[in-house]
Structures are given as structure tokens and as C-alpha cells.
């Protein structure tokens, strides 16, 4: 949004009688406390949801009671704005977080921050920190027992996929994806496949969940449908774009393909460039070749993408293809609510967003409605020494990146040289190669099993898989000497050469500190080493504080 239409939705927000249960102001001069930011997070989502509005408002630098501009100056960093959305996602079911964090500067020259929040998803409240809120008027309550069922009741009460579609028939589906349909539910069936020739249209339409006693779904039409049958089911939109970027993010080509998605998800893989991604040889440990993506997992995000879509958003599927990257994205929340336990219970899911539209796609052969389809693209990528896949679950939408290359060899030989570690131990490892934060449980959980070393955020592999994983020296780099080695190191050097620099004293030890450490962490170690240095009366600064000269006193 532009300053202009920032300016008209708080001129609009502004005049309200009184702040009601979807608007919040706060003066926030200063500061604000994060976990009432939460909570206002969760009240906020769960009343724009029940009051059937698409989002809510959180707005700092207005006073709550005349509706005065007073401005804030709350995170006047945009950085430090913007780290809110993971700080709040990390607190939220399905890490669901804000749509947007705008910054105003109204003609008076005051800032106002306006927090847009998203409907809590339909069937599913929001929690922060495990605790549901809503709003009685202006107070700001725990969410109660009947509007937290009245939410969870909407999963279950509607099912955008199955609705009839009005004027539609037969004709306006497409004869080849009908004709592939059929081949796929023989394939799913084999049982039942003598007989399935001899059902006519249908009759087979009926049978395979797409049509209800032959009237004509919305499913049917995102599956079947013709090109030009997309109507019946507006504003909702059945497309997938594929877009290609180059190295540089640039825009390459792209292609944008519609009903029927039984025949699309084909066009979209036979346009994705699954290369052969060589490997650096290391002994026999790896194969000298293999496909960046095993078929399967890409066949399965766009399936997904396809059966958990929220249409009713009237977006697009996006399948977006990097240099070593596919990213898949659909809107609407994630149901489940976690990745790591769909992975790790394995089982089919209680609710589904399109529990008709998932079930018709589960006869055509196109998902697994078992349980099983997210683990084994895991599965697919551990075979490969891969990163695991990411899943980013914020703004109301799920975004799942497959890398199709090794990101770190440590990693990859940890993997290759421990056959007994579970697949959640290695989605744990995988956070720590792309340094994302572990919670205490994971971090304990790893420690108990010595597979990492390191303090909160910078773990690494620990003695023991270093040497397995022939990484010794890797491991002494990011170990630490203990504290008096680098002291006796200042020392010695003062016995040598009289006087040092602070440049001297940085060459002296710069390497010597651990990998992990980043210029700042390690430019802090040495202020702190010469500082105990000071205060133990075993040197003095001979120089001024800008250009200090250490000697031995």
C-alpha cells in the first residue's frame, strides 16, 4: 500500500465511535510489550474471523480513547519492524503471522504503525504461545469454550470443493482428462478395473467422488473442466503459473496453465529442468549422478498445492524454479498445523480443507490421502544428502522450497555415514546446517545423542561425528581454546614485542577464535580478553582510547 491509502484506512479506522473487536489502538510511544502483541495477534485474528471480516488492525501511535495521533516510535528500525512476523509466527499455530507491517508518517510528521492481521483460517483458531484470545468489546479476554467450537465447526460445515456447480454438464468437461481420469482409477483399483470400461460417463464421474448423483462439482471442474468451463466456478481461479528465475532473480520465462489441473500438473513438470546434479567424489561415498529432484516429490508439492488451495482467495497456484531451488505455494493456512509432526505421525489427517476435492484426487492416483506423501519427499531428500524441505507457513499461505544440491558436505557425510539416525533427527540436523533456531527440547535432544556441540545459536557437529564424518579439522575450528590460552597468548606476544596494537592484538587471535563467530562476536571475545587483562593489573594502555598501545605493566 502507498502512503495515500495507508492515510485513508487510519482517516477510516480513526473514526470509529469506539474501538470494536477487529480494531485496536495503542499509543506505544516507546516501547510495547511483545506478549501483548501476541495476544492482540490472537484476539484480533479470532474476531475478524467471526465477524466474517478478511483482517483486523493493531494500530501504535494513536491514542485509544479520542482517537488522537500521538506517533511511536515502537521498532523504529524497519529492519527490527519486520523481525516481528517470525517473532509472532514462532508463537502462532501453523506459524501464521501478519500480512502485512505498515509504517506511516501522517502530514503532521508522526509515525503510526499499522499491524494488518489475517482472519483466523476457517476451522482453525489462532493460539499464541498455546492459549486462545478474543475481545469482549474493548477488553482483550481468553477466546471462550462456544467461539472456539463456533470456529473449529466451520471445517466441517462447508466444503468449497463440493458444491454443485449451476448450468454446468458433461459437455463441459474435457474428454482427454476424462479419458486419462479412467486410466488413473484403473491403476488405483485394479480390482475394479474389468468393470470401469463398461460404466458410461457418469456413471464413472459418480464412482470416482468427482460428480454427486451426476451433477457437476466444483471439484469436477478444477480437475476436468475445460479451459473456457473456468467460469463456473469465479471469482475462484484453477491455474498454476510456473515462472523460471535466473541466478540473479531475474524473470527467465513462465507459462500459466488452467482446468483441467489433471492434465496441468504434466505441462508444469514437463517444463521444470530436473538436470543431473554431479557430485564432488569422495571415495565411493557418493554416486557420480543423480536427478536434482526425485519426480515424485515434485508431482507431489503441485498435488498438494492443488488439493489444499484455498479457492475461495481467488489466487493462483505458483510453481517457482531457481537455479537450485523448485518453490512450490498455495493460499490458505496449513491445516495440520505442524510439519514436523505430519511427518512424524505418518498418518492420514483428520481435516482437510477440500475433503472433496482430496478425495477425488486420491481415486484419480494424483495424492495420498494415507499419510504418506510429505514424509517420503523427506525420505527422497535424506536419500539424496539434500536439505530437507522448508516449509514457511506465514501470511495465510504454505510455501514449501526443494534444494536440489548439497549445502553443506559435512552434512551431507553425516547423513551418508549414519544409517541408524531417524528421519526427525535429521530434519533437526538440517535446521542446524541452515542455522535456524532449535527449541531447548530439540537442542537437548540432540546434545543427549552427541551429534552437536555449541551454544545457542551456534551449534555444530560435535567431536564425535566430526571424526566420523572425517571432519576433524572443521570441528577444531569451531571448537574454543579455553579462555587462558588466548590470554597467555597476549601475554607472550607483550614478552616478545614490548607493545601491541588493538590491529595486533586482532591479528594475534582473529583465526584462532572459533569459525562460528561471527566479526562482531569476535571483535566482542577480544575487548572482553584485554579488558580481564586490564582489571587482573597485568597491563596498561600506554596509548589513548583511540589508538590504544598495550604493554605489560
Given at each position: 500500500?502507498?502512503?495515500?491509502?495507508?492515510?485513508?484506512i487510519l482517516d477510516k479506522l480513526c473514526r470509529l465511535p469506539a474501538e470494536t473487536e477487529v480494531v485496536e489502538f495503542k499509543e506505544a510511544k516507546n516501547t510495547y510489550h511483545f506478549d501483548k502483541i501476541g495476544k492482540y495477534f490472537s484476539a484480533l485474528s479470532n474476531e475478524a474471523n467471526l465477524k466474517g471480516r478478511s483482517c483486523a488492525w493493531?494500530?501504535?501511535?494513536?491514542?485509544?480513547?479520542?482517537?488522537?495521533?500521538?506517533?511511536?516510535?515502537?521498532?523504529?528500525?524497519?529492519?527490527?519492524?519486520?523481525?516481528?512476523?517470525?517473532?509472532?509466527?514462532?508463537?502462532?499455530?501453523?506459524?501464521?503471522?501478519?500480512?502485512?507491517?505498515?509504517?506511516?508518517?501522517?502530514?503532521?510528521?508522526?509515525?503510526?504503525?499499522?499491524?494488518?492481521?489475517?482472519?483466523?483460517?476457517?476451522?482453525?483458531?489462532?493460539?499464541?504461545?498455546?492459549?486462545?484470545?478474543?475481545?469482549?468489546?474493548?477488553?482483550?479476554?481468553?477466546?471462550?469454550?462456544?467461539?472456539?467450537?463456533?470456529?473449529?465447526?466451520?471445517?466441517?460445515?462447508?466444503?468449497?470443493?463440493?458444491?454443485?456447480?449451476?448450468?454446468?454438464?458433461?459437455?463441459?468437461?474435457?474428454?482427454?482428462?476424462?479419458?486419462?481420469?479412467?486410466?488413473?482409477?484403473?491403476?488405483?483399483?485394479?480390482?475394479?478395473?474389468?468393470?470401469?470400461?463398461?460404466?458410461?460417463?457418469?456413471?464413472?464421474?459418480?464412482?470416482?467422488?468427482?460428480?454427486?448423483?451426476?451433477?457437476?462439482?466444483?471439484?469436477?471442474?478444477?480437475?476436468?473442466?475445460?479451459?473456457?468451463?473456468?467460469?463456473?466456478?469465479?471469482?475462484?481461479?484453477?491455474?498454476?503459473?510456473?515462472?523460471?528465475?535466473?541466478?540473479?532473480?531475474?524473470?527467465?520465462?513462465?507459462?500459466?496453465?488452467g482446468c483441467p489441473l489433471l492434465l496441468a500438473v504434466d505441462k508444469v513438470y514437463a517444463k521444470i529442468r530436473n538436470s543431473k546434479y554431479r557430485y564432488l567424489k569422495d571415495g565411493t561415498l557418493f554416486p557420480e549422478e543423480i536427478d536434482q529432484y526425485e519426480p515424485f516429490t515434485i508431482r507431489e508439492a503441485i498435488n498438494n498445492c492443488i488439493?489444499?488451495?484455498?479457492?475461495?482467495?481467488?489466487?493462483?497456484?505458483?510453481?517457482?524454479?531457481?537455479?537450485?531451488?523448485?518453490?512450490?505455494?498455495?493460499?490458505?493456512?496449513?491445516?495440520?498445523?505442524?510439519?514436523?509432526?505430519?511427518?512424524?505421525?505418518?498418518?492420514?489427517?483428520?481435516?482437510?480443507?477440500?475433503?472433496?476435492?482430496?478425495?477425488?484426487?486420491?481415486?484419480?492416483?494424483?495424492?495420498?490421502?494415507?499419510?504418506?506423501?510429505?514424509?517420503?519427499?523427506?525420505?527422497?531428500?535424506?536419500?539424496?544428502?539434500?536439505?530437507?524441505?522448508?516449509?514457511?507457513?506465514?501470511?495465510?499461505?504454505?510455501?514449501?522450497?526443494?534444494?536440489?544440491?548439497?549445502?553443506?558436505?559435512?552434512?551431507?557425510?553425516?547423513?551418508?555415514?549414519?544409517?541408524?539416525?531417524?528421519?526427525?533427527?535429521?530434519?533437526?540436523?538440517?535446521?542446524?546446517?541452515?542455522?535456524?533456531?532449535?527449541?531447548?527440547?530439540?537442542?537437548?535432544?540432540?546434545?543427549?545423542?552427541?551429534?552437536?556441540?555449541?551454544?545457542?545459536?551456534?551449534?555444530?557437529?560435535?567431536?564425535?561425528?566430526?571424526?566420523?564424518?572425517?571432519?576433524?579439522?572443521?570441528?577444531?575450528?569451531?571448537?574454543?581454546?579455553?579462555?587462558?590460552?588466548?590470554?597467555?597468548?597476549?601475554?607472550?606476544?607483550?614478552?616478545?614485542?614490548?607493545?601491541?596494537?588493538?590491529?595486533?592484538?586482532?591479528?594475534?587471535?582473529?583465526?584462532?577464535?572459533?569459525?562460528?563467530?561471527?566479526?562482531?562476536?569476535?571483535?566482542?571475545?577480544?575487548?572482553?580478553?584485554?579488558?580481564?587483562?586490564?582489571?587482573?593489573?597485568?597491563?596498561?594502555?600506554?596509548?589513548?582510547?583511540?589508538?590504544?598501545?598495550?604493554?605489560?605493566?
Amino acid at each position: 500500500m502507498n502512503d495515500k491509502e495507508l492515510a485513508a484506512i487510519l482517516d477510516k479506522l480513526c473514526r470509529l465511535p469506539a474501538e470494536t473487536e477487529v480494531v485496536e489502538f495503542k499509543e506505544a510511544k516507546n516501547t510495547y510489550h511483545f506478549d501483548k502483541i501476541g495476544k492482540y495477534f490472537s484476539a484480533l485474528s479470532n474476531e475478524a474471523n467471526l465477524k466474517g471480516r478478511s483482517c483486523a488492525w493493531l494500530v501504535f501511535g494513536v491514542e485509544n480513547k479520542n482517537h488522537a495521533v500521538v506517533g511511536s516510535s515502537f521498532r523504529s528500525s524497519r529492519k527490527d519492524l519486520d523481525s516481528l512476523k517470525g517473532e509472532i509466527a514462532a508463537k502462532t499455530i501453523n506459524r501464521i503471522t501478519f500480512i502485512e507491517i505498515h509504517e506511516l508518517n501522517t502530514a503532521g510528521g508522526k509515525r503510526v504503525v499499522l499491524f494488518q492481521i489475517p482472519a483466523a483460517p476457517k476451522g482453525l483458531p489462532i493460539a499464541f504461545d498455546g492459549h486462545y484470545y478474543g475481545r469482549d468489546g474493548e477488553e482483550l479476554v481468553p477466546l471462550n469454550l462456544e467461539e472456539i467450537e463456533r470456529i473449529r465447526a466451520q471445517a466441517g460445515l462447508t466444503d468449497w470443493s463440493a458444491a454443485i456447480v449451476d448450468g454446468a454438464t458433461v459437455d463441459d468437461l474435457d474428454e482427454r482428462a476424462i479419458s486419462v481420469a479412467r486410466a488413473n482409477f484403473k491403476s488405483k483399483f485394479p480390482d475394479k478395473a474389468p468393470e470401469v470400461d463398461s460404466w458410461d460417463t457418469l456413471t464413472f464421474l459418480n464412482k470416482a467422488k468427482l460428480t454427486i448423483k451426476g451433477k457437476i462439482t466444483r471439484a469436477a471442474v478444477i480437475l476436468l473442466g475445460k479451459e473456457e468451463a473456468e467460469h463456473f466456478i469465479g471469482p475462484a481461479e484453477a491455474k498454476i503459473r510456473w515462472l523460471l528465475k535466473d541466478s540473479k532473480g531475474n524473470d527467465k520465462d513462465y507459462m500459466i496453465v488452467g482446468c483441467p489441473l489433471l492434465l496441468a500438473v504434466d505441462k508444469v513438470y514437463a517444463k521444470i529442468r530436473n538436470s543431473k546434479y554431479r557430485y564432488l567424489k569422495d571415495g565411493t561415498l557418493f554416486p557420480e549422478e543423480i536427478d536434482q529432484y526425485e519426480p515424485f516429490t515434485i508431482r507431489e508439492a503441485i498435488n498438494n498445492c492443488i488439493a489444499h488451495q484455498d479457492y475461495s482467495l481467488s489466487g493462483r497456484i505458483n510453481v517457482v524454479e531457481l537455479e537450485d531451488q523448485l518453490v512450490f505455494t498455495n493460499l490458505g493456512g496449513f491445516i495440520p498445523g505442524d510439519v514436523g509432526k505430519v511427518v512424524q505421525d505418518n498418518a492420514p489427517e483428520e481435516h482437510y480443507r477440500n475433503r472433496f476435492l482430496a478425495t477425488a484426487m486420491f481415486n484419480l492416483k494424483m495424492v495420498d490421502t494415507a499419510g504418506g506423501g510429505i514424509r517420503k519427499m523427506f525420505n527422497f531428500q535424506r536419500q539424496r544428502f539434500f536439505p530437507m524441505p522448508d516449509y514457511d507457513l506465514s501470511g495465510n499461505k504454505v510455501k514449501v522450497t526443494i534444494t536440489g544440491k548439497v549445502l553443506d558436505i559435512d552434512y551431507a557425510r553425516l547423513l551418508a555415514g549414519n544409517a541408524e539416525l531417524s528421519l526427525e533427527e535429521i530434519i533437526l540436523l538440517d535446521k542446524v546446517q541452515k542455522k535456524r533456531p532449535l527449541s531447548k527440547a530439540e537442542e537437548k535432544h540432540l546434545k543427549a545423542r552427541k551429534l552437536i556441540e555449541g551454544r545457542r545459536p551456534n551449534y555444530f557437529l560435535s567431536k564425535g561425528m566430526s571424526q566420523i564424518t572425517g571432519q576433524k579439522a572443521g570441528y577444531s575450528k569451531n571448537r574454543a581454546f579455553d579462555k587462558m590460552y588466548y590470554l597467555d597468548l597476549i601475554l607472550k606476544a607483550l614478552d616478545e614485542h614490548k607493545n601491541l596494537s588493538r590491529k595486533d592484538i586482532d591479528e594475534l587471535l582473529w583465526k584462532k577464535l572459533p569459525d562460528w563467530m561471527s566479526d562482531k562476536q569476535k571483535k566482542s571475545k577480544i575487548n572482553n580478553l584485554i579488558s580481564e587483562l586490564r582489571r587482573a593489573g597485568k597491563i596498561r594502555n600506554s596509548g589513548s582510547d583511540k589508538a590504544p598501545n598495550w604493554i605489560k605493566k
